[in-house]
């Protein structure tokens, strides 16, 4: 095979003097390999720049148990090892698509190149800078990606509890007023006076202000007080008690406030009254019951508009950092739940407003209280506690919890782009370099104090826009 004229065919080398190529043809070696074998797997030592001149070379990534593909290096294309490149292990499997022939050079010969090879070399550093910016980027879209899977599941689970509970209520009301005609019958028979009435009117709609179907009793209690009425409404004759008992709990109603009732009504009344009185309970219980969950639902799908600044342009605005952080918060709701996570949040009212791009601070408030969630899994009493203050011109906001620390060897490392602590698949390593980027983009600075017990994450940002040189 012809290697010099298989290298000159590669796009990068197309204007480079032929000595240069002369020279990679001897240091080089050319191997062939047949479709689907792996060149590389995840963990190989990476020790040699590669050259396609036949067949292609697909990307594969394991993470979060699912095998994703990166993508492909076509005929012609560099991978590999390059000068000054820090890679020593595949990061993914490399897979060959169709038989392919593939060069190499050792990195052993990188000195030489570097010496005496400089436009070679030149071309090489241009490449893996190109590649290291290309990777950098996709691997913050991926970030980004597993941040928004995060919170898109928590959401999914904070929307389903107040859907099911609107879905639940209006079929149990719509079930519930299809017993209108039969009870109205009865309601219609009554012989009543106007001043019965305005009695019977009073004791329903003042139970109704005063109580609206929220009781604070215990289970315990709830049941002593059920079993009370039961024993009264059976002494009366009435029908469906148990019901009748739980709702009448509901709105506080006593036996005092039946003996009351009941010496108002006549006794061949008293069954459609006190018919009349759970029906309206009922309704408004179950009305209530879809206006709060609705409630929620707005709430999450304010919060998350204001999160993602939606429909609104990337410059910087004056804000309230605490509407990021308690947006944040409301979309990691499901997280601190589950982890029975105790808030302390310290943020005072008259805060300044600083000059921020809003969405991107909403980053950093979720990758910060994120990690601190990470941290707080499975600890006994976990905490996470948010305070901001105002410190000259500067804002500065405390991220801290209670967690197991970060060791002191690596914390100079945390906001190095890809380093991580935590598991495959759990972590890119982007999420505080991209953290540190963004406070740097508002001219600020972001730093760590950790020991077991307490990890203390500190953001500093100007509240007046100023340049980053201005910053020292």
Not at 274 to 299: D, H, Y
Not at 337 to 343: C, F, G, M, S, Y
């Amino acid at each position: 095979m012809d290697i010099v004229a298989a290298l000159k065919s590669v796009p990068e080398f197309k204007d480079l003097d032929e000595s240069h190529l002369q020279w990679l043809a001897e240091k080089g070696s050319v191997t062939t390999w047949k479709d689907g074998d792996y060149l590389f797997r995840k963990g190989d030592t990476i020790d040699a720049m590669r050259i396609l001149f036949a067949g292609e070379l697909d990307i594969y990534r394991e993470q979060a148990g699912n095998v994703r593909y990166l993508g492909t290096v076509e005929k012609g294309e560099i991978t590999g090892l390059l000068p000054y490149s820090r890679m020593k292990s595949a990061m993914a499997d490399g897979i060959v698509s169709g038989d392919a022939v593939v060069y190499s050079l050792h990195r052993e010969c990188f000195p030489e190149l570097l010496r005496d090879h400089g436009a070679l070399a030149e071309i090489l550093v241009h490449a893996m800078m190109d590649r290291v910016r290309d990777f950098t980027q996709q691997q913050q879209q991926d970030d980004k990606m597993m941040a928004l899977g995060k919170l898109s599941a928590g959401l999914a689970h904070e929307l389903n509890n107040p859907s099911a509970a609107i879905v639940r209520s209006a079929h149990e009301l719509k079930r519930h007023l299809g017993n209108l005609p039969e009870k109205f019958k009865r309601v219609i028979k009554i012989q009543a006076t106007e001043e019965m009435v305005d009695q019977v009117n009073h004791f329903v709609f003042s139970r109704i202000a005063s109580n609206n179907g929220h009781s604070t009793l215990s289970l315990m209690e709830k049941n002593e007080k059920e079993e009370e009425l039961i024993e009264w409404l059976e002494s009366n004759n009435l029908d469906d008690v148990y019901e009748m008992a739980e709702i009448f709990v509901e709105f506080g109603i006593t036996l005092q406030d039946l003996d009351s009732l009941n010496t108002i009504l006549r006794p061949q009344d008293r069954a459609a009254v006190f018919n009349w009185i759970v029906q309206t309970f009922t309704t408004e219980r179950l009305v209530n019951e879809i206006e709060e969950a609705s409630k929620r639902i707005n709430v999450l799908v304010t919060s998350v508009k204001s999160y993602t600044h939606m429909d609104r342009a990337p410059e910087k605005e004056r804000a309230d950092i605490s509407t990021g952080i308690r947006n944040t918060l409301t979309m990691l709701n499901h997280k601190i739940r589950k982890n029975q996570v105790k808030v302390i949040e310290n943020i005072p009212a008259d805060l300044p407003r600083a000059c921020l791009y809003i969405s991107s601070m909403n980053q950093v408030w979720t990758n910060l209280i994120d990690n601190a969630l990470d941290a707080l899994e499975g600890r006994p009493d976990p905490v996470l506690e948010i305070t901001a203050e105002k410190d000259r011109e500067f804002l500065l906001v405390h991220i801290i919890d209670n967690g197991p620390g970060i060791p002191e060897e690596i914390q100079d490392k945390i906001f190095d782009s890809f380093f991580t602590t935590k598991p495959v698949g759990k972590g890119t390593g982007l999420g505080l370099e991209v953290v540190r980027q963004i406070v740097l983009q508002h001219a600020g600075r972001v730093t760590v104090k950790s020991k077991p017990g307490r990890t203390d994450f500190s953001v500093c940002i100007p509240i007046e826009e100023r340049n980053r040189k201005e910053v020292k």
